[in-house]
């Protein structure tokens, strides 16, 4: 079993930084890909960035690209997104989840098992 839980979300102003972290419980974590979602208020959740096991492909949203950052440290059964340039359409509840291994599709939300709670981040105009 594992459990996910991020940090790192709060309020920013526009064009300022902000940097997400999703630590994991449980062993094997570093052979799980992850994830980063979001969901405004009103809107689907939908995919931000996502990371193999091995770091070795990283897809990302057209809408980050270029302004996020994911990366793992899987000695810290952690994987974090660096947010910067943030825009008010970035104002959402983010949440990590993890993909066990044999699951296929990093941008597919359907193939992940595990989800933390969210962590909020806003930004103002």
């Known amino acids: 079993q594992v459990q996910v839980v991020e940090s790192g979300g709060g309020l920013v102003q526009a064009g300022e930084s902000l940097r997400l972290s999703c630590f994991a419980s449980?062993?094997?974590?570093?052979?799980?890909?992850v994830a980063w979602y979001r969901q405004a208020p009103g809107k689907e959740r939908e995919f931000v960035a996502g990371?193999?096991?091995?770091?070795?492909?990283?897809p990302y949203a057209d809408f980050v690209k270029g302004r996020f950052t994911i990366s793992r440290d899987n000695a810290k059964n952690t994987v974090y997104l660096q947010m910067n340039s943030l825009k008010p359409e970035d104002t959402a509840v983010y949440y990590c989840?993890?993909?066990?291994?044999?699951?296929?599709?990093?941008?597919?939300?359907?193939?992940?098992?595990?989800w933390g709670q969210g962590t909020q981040v806003t930004v103002s105009s």
């Open positions: 989840a993890a993909q066990k291994p044999g699951n296929w599709g990093l941008m597919t939300l359907t193939t992940y098992n595990y």
């Open positions: 449980g062993r094997a974590f570093d052979s799980y890909a």
């Open positions: 990371i193999t096991w091995s770091s070795g492909y990283t």
